[in-house]
């Protein structure tokens, strides 16, 4: 293949940690290349990848396909660690086949078919042999279409979300340039979450949103939404363990340290990170005051086994004193932003969750295309004409 040549600015290798669990594409931690690139490196928008190893104890995402995105700045390149699926059947709507391979069953056989104990591998050979019911060409061809609208009202979405927040931090650099500095503590003081004891099945799986550092780190953006495990109403009454109203702001300070988020509803977390409750009016600059900090304190997190934050380390933190009454035109701002950001981030959950709910029930004819778009039009009220449309 002849080389072409491709610059770091505009070559993005993409890698299994580029999958989301479930399928589909996340950023991750972007990795350029610089220099000659043979032509088959090069993907193409809409090319479908499969990821062949997977590092996760639990193999989230071995064996999870992937939709090439476009993208008006670089092209996305291939590597060895990544499979891409060529569709040759007439017969096969492609569009269909992606989310078919997003489907439990598949997960389930590319698991237990696994080889490898800490880097978990799969192969051309056995993906090929995985088998499903293939239903006529104009019904793969419908459902597709579907999935498609919701998947790309999710991605833009999440676009939006991207601009939304890079607007957000340049209106804070802006306003606080110059300002003066003051200590984190004065505007909001940390507090340290805590974990109910595992053997007391009481206070676990209830009502009330438990994150650890995992789901904080899982958080793709801005916001965490959803977290893994829950705790019980029992648990969430006692001081260590009881949430954070919406609005407030986790720092993660063992193990990977300096993730900064906000929670957009009450939301209880582990002791390996520090919440921070916002005064009205300030969720928005108080989370980007910490992300501000995060660099001063990463530098003085220590450990011999993982880096850690303290409690010390964080009243030491200064942030711009832009808290009060003579910065409200920043903070008008900052919050018309937010209150977009969160929307549109609680519509991605709802339209996500639909979606989900909806693939297995139309792969296996338990509703039709019909029932499903009233479905989706009910999760998002602009999908059914965008269907209509495609």
């Known amino acids: 293949m002849k080389p072409v040549q491709l610059s770091g600015a505009s070559s993005y290798l993409l890698t299994p940690g580029n999958f989301s669990p479930n399928g589909g594409f996340q950023e991750g931690k972007p990795r350029f290349f610089d220099g000659p690139i043979r032509s ?12 062949m190893t997977d590092l996760s104890r639990n193999i989230d995402t071995l064996g999870s396909p992937m939709i090439v995105p476009e993208h008006d700045r670089w092209k996305y390149l291939h590597n060895q660690r990544l499979g891409k699926l060529v569709v040759k059947s007439e017969n096969v709507d492609p569009s269909w086949l992606y989310h078919r391979l997003r489907m439990a069953d598949y997960r389930h056989y590319i698991a237990a078919t696994s080889t490898g104990t800490t880097v978990h591998h799969t192969s051309p050979s056995t993906i090929s042999e995985f088998e499903f019911r293939l239903p006529p060409m104009p019904i793969q061809s419908v459902i597709g279409r579907l999935l498609r609208v919701l998947d790309d009202k999710i991605a833009a979405n999440s676009h939006t979300v991207k601009m939304a927040l890079q607007l957000q931090l340049a209106v804070w650099q802006t306003h606080t340039e110059n300002a003066d500095l003051i200590p984190l503590v004065e505007v909001a003081g940390p507090v340290l979450g805590g974990t109910p004891p595992r053997k007391d099945e009481a206070s676990w799986n209830g009502g009330h949103k438990w994150a650890s550092v995992a789901d ?30 919406a609005g407030s702001v986790l720092l993660s300070a063992r193990g990977t340290v300096g993730r900064v988020v906000s929670i957009v509803g009450p939301t209880s977390f582990n002791q390996s990170a520090y919440g921070f409750e916002a005064k009205p009016g300030f969720d928005a600059a108080l989370r980007l005051a910490v992300m501000s900090a995060v660099k001063e304190l990463r530098a003085k997190s220590h450990g011999s086994v993982f880096s850690t934050i303290t409690k010390t380390q964080i009243q030491e933190a200064l942030v711009p004193s832009v808290f009060s009454d003579h910065a409200q035109p920043l903070h008008r701002k900052l919050n018309t932003l937010e209150d977009l950001i969160v929307a549109l981030e609680r ?11 909806l693939l297995p029930l139309l792969m296996s004819g338990k509703i039709t295309v019909k029932e499903a778009e009233q479905e989706a039009t009910a999760a998002g009220p602009d999908i059914a004409g965008e269907e209509s449309e495609a």
């Open 40 to 51: 088959d490196f090069v993907l193409e928008p809409g090319e479908i990848l499969i990821s």
């Open 216 to 245: 904080i780190t899982a958080s793709p953006r801005s916001h965490l939404l959803t977290t893994v495990e829950t705790i019980s109403d029992v648990a969430a009454k006692k001081k260590r363990f009881s949430p954070l109203p």
């Open 347 to 357: 519509e991605n959950l709802i339209l996500a969750k639909t979606r989900d709910e």
